[in-house]
């Protein structure tokens, strides 16, 4: 067996001390047997705790904000200079897996702690943001949202399922609700955004690369659609007479797909597919479904959805039901700056590795920082079939190791 190189096996060593440190993380969680984490649970407050303490041992000046942000900060950086921010999430959805959003923080931690000594010409916070999954308050991006401003001073008044108040939530964990607006970063003074993440799907698995180049985060329009039909005897009413609402619903929901593939990069999910109080025994009166279209190209998603609704209003006059639905979110596609997108690839390519670019299906916490500063995401390749949001979840230490360096090459180059 041939040996592995110097650099091979120093990747090597440091994305298993980067998988150990995510291990250690998972030992927090508000289920047993599964990893849950949601926003200032016990379980979150003691993941928050444990990285100040890894950012402090780092050599960074390490503290928790109002939002529940740790951040930590380079020292050394010259007066007056802008300031890199380099972020992901530590909250989790239900019976997640390690890596959605932590490797990030621990790839950013790795390559900061390797950088103490160094004197870089501008400053650097690295921020493991309190929440992106929008999990607990149906909110996503309070973390990163309140370092760039975009938190509405109302949502503090949004309850959880058991009623708890945000504003409540933050003052029983020790801060303050009326801190969290002056954490907000001012955009001139920020740099840029950078953020490195699992891809959360198969791309980068399925091309055999360990990371990739993102070239925007893909917009989503989500409509919840419902299919009203006439209910009736299983047994009596004629196949020629019946007003069957689910199986108009099933025509729609297997057009979304016919139309999804009909356009490179886009998708089309019907997500949620129900009978209110159905039974065995009688025609299907009413039929909800929801509808999640998303590309890179917000015009590309908008025709499609456009396309669905009236072929959907089509089946359904066909067929003698009634359609009605409700927009539920239309967020734009969220472009990744191309200067970034270039100094991330000239770190791979010294690093002897392809470069491949790639969109974002799923959200990010880059999203919040769009329009506020130029931002870049590397992705990172996820094993197991890409799956993620999941216990299968899965990043190889050499994997975990490449984009920390990648992640360390990058800064180091920031300014050439």
């Not at 607006?181 to 001012?186: F, G, H, L, T």
């Not at 955009?187 to 690369?209: F, K, M, R, S, T």
């Not at 670019?357 to 995401?377: E, P, Q, Y």
Request: net charge negative.
């Amino acid at each position: 067996m041939s040996r592995s190189s110097p650099a091979v096996a120093d990747r090597l060593e440091l994305g298993r001390h980067i998988l150990d440190l995510a291990d250690d993380l998972a030992r927090w969680s508000e289920q047993s047997g599964a990893l849950t984490c949601t926003f200032f649970s016990a379980a979150h407050r003691a993941v928050a705790n444990q990285l100040r303490e890894w950012f402090a041992a780092a050599g960074l000046n390490a503290g928790i904000d109002a939002a529940g942000n740790v951040v930590g900060r380079l020292p050394g950086a010259p007066p007056g200079t802008k300031t890199l921010i380099i972020g992901s999430h530590y909250d989790t959805v239900r019976n997640a897996g390690k890596y959605d959003g932590r490797l990030g923080i621990l790839c950013g931690l790795a390559a900061l702690e390797s950088l103490r000594d160094a004197r870089l010409p501008f400053a650097v916070e690295l921020i493991a943001f309190s929440e992106e999954e929008g999990v607990r308050f149906g909110t996503p991006y309070l973390g990163s949202g309140a370092i760039a401003g975009r938190l509405d001073p109302s949502i503090m008044d949004t309850r959880d399922l058991d009623g708890f108040r945000l504003g409540d939530v933050i003052a029983a964990a020790g801060y303050d609700p009326g801190r969290v607006p002056a954490i907000a970063r001012r955009p001139e003074d920020v740099l840029a955004y950078l953020e490195v993440h699992i891809e959360q799907g198969p791309v980068l698995l399925n091309g055999d690369l360990p990371v990739g180049v993102v070239t925007a985060i893909a917009g989503s329009i989500r409509h919840a659609l419902t299919v009203e039909g006439v209910a009736g005897h299983a047994g009596t009413v004629p196949m020629d007479a019946r007003h069957d609402a689910l199986l108009a619903a099933a025509e729609i929901a297997l057009f979304v797909e016919r139309r999804a593939w009909a356009e490179p990069g886009l998708v089309g999910t019907v997500g949620r597919f129900g009978v209110p109080d159905g039974a065995i025994n009688v025609i299907p009166e009413r039929c909800e479904l929801t509808l999640d279209v998303r590309s890179q190209d917000d015009g590309t998603a908008e025709r499609a959805v456009a396309d669905i609704l009236a072929e959907s209003e089509a089946i359904c006059k066909r067929r003698g039901v009634r359609l009605s639905a409700r927009e539920l979110l239309r967020a734009k596609a969220v472009p990744c700056a191309p200067h970034l997108q270039e100094m991330f690839a000239g770190s791979i390519a010294r690093a002897g590795l392809p470069v491949k670019r790639l969109a974002s299906g799923a959200g990010h916490d880059a999203v919040a920082f769009d329009g506020f500063t130029d931002i870049g995401v590397l992705f990172v390749r996820c094993g197991n079939g890409g799956i993620s949001h999941n216990p299968l979840e899965m990043v190889t230490a050499e994997d975990a190791g490449v984009a920390a360096q990648i992640l360390r090459d990058t800064l180091v180059h920031m300014t050439d």
